[in-house]
């Protein structure tokens, strides 16, 4: 499993210390700060999966940390606060972060949500890398690979746009044929596996 690199910015040692030993079981390596400063311009030069906030820090308020963080990185943030009215919840999602977990809490849940971000993180990551290397003309109904056109029959091409445009679904050989003009219906089976073949 992959270790998930975390930046925790917290100025309770005893937090940074507990939950840094109790998330390393759990593949999270958290680096923690306890001034904003240090944590912003640190951020800058390392690349990191997640960053953990809390809201009352010396020097520059959580919630305008999230902003500046959030003005240059789409990381996902979790805010750690007690801090813990509806209010201040609904103001720091709008501002940029992207779960709060209110103080006290269960490690084993902050472990959870953690994971659950990095994990939605990754997926739109992988989804945008892999839509921004095809690029469909349905005018020419023609798809484009990494800069090159591919060389596609009509029916190839019907199936191909529909994967693409469906992409993280699952689709039947029913649906596929159903979606596409090019083929007829009666024989949806054999026509879709000779094409995706």
């Known amino acids: 499993q992959i270790m998930i690199k975390a930046i925790l910015l917290e100025d309770d040692p005893e937090i940074c210390e507990t939950l840094s030993r109790y998330a390393k079981d759990y593949q999270i390596d958290i680096t923690f700060f306890h001034l904003p400063e240090a944590a912003i311009s640190f951020l800058d030069k390392e690349p990191f999966d997640i960053l953990i906030l809390d809201l009352t820090l010396p020097n520059m308020d959580g919630l305008e940390v999230c902003r500046k963080v959030r003005e240059k990185s789409s990381m996902p943030i979790i805010i750690i606060s007690a801090r813990a009215s509806v ?3 609904i103001l720091g ?4 972060a992207d779960d709060y977990l209110s103080k006290p809490f269960d490690p084993r849940e902050f472990v ?3 994971k659950a971000l990095v994990r939605a993180a990754d997926r739109i990551k992988h989804d945008s890398v892999l839509t921004e290397k095809f690029s469909i003309d349905d005018s020419k109904r023609s798809i484009i690979f990494n ?3 591919l060389p596609l029959t009509q029916a190839e091409f019907e199936v191909l746009r529909l994967l693409i445009n469906s992409k993280g679904t699952v689709l039947s050989r029913d649906a596929i044929a159903d979606n596409c003009e090019s083929m007829r219906w009666e024989s949806s089976a054999k026509s879709v596996d000779v094409i995706i073949s």
Request: no cysteine; hydrophobic share 30%; proline share 0%.
């Open 93 to 96: 999602l709008e501002i940029g």
């Open 87 to 89: 209010g201040e919840k």
């Open 147 to 149: 800069g090159e056109r």
């Open 112 to 114: 959870a949500r953690v």
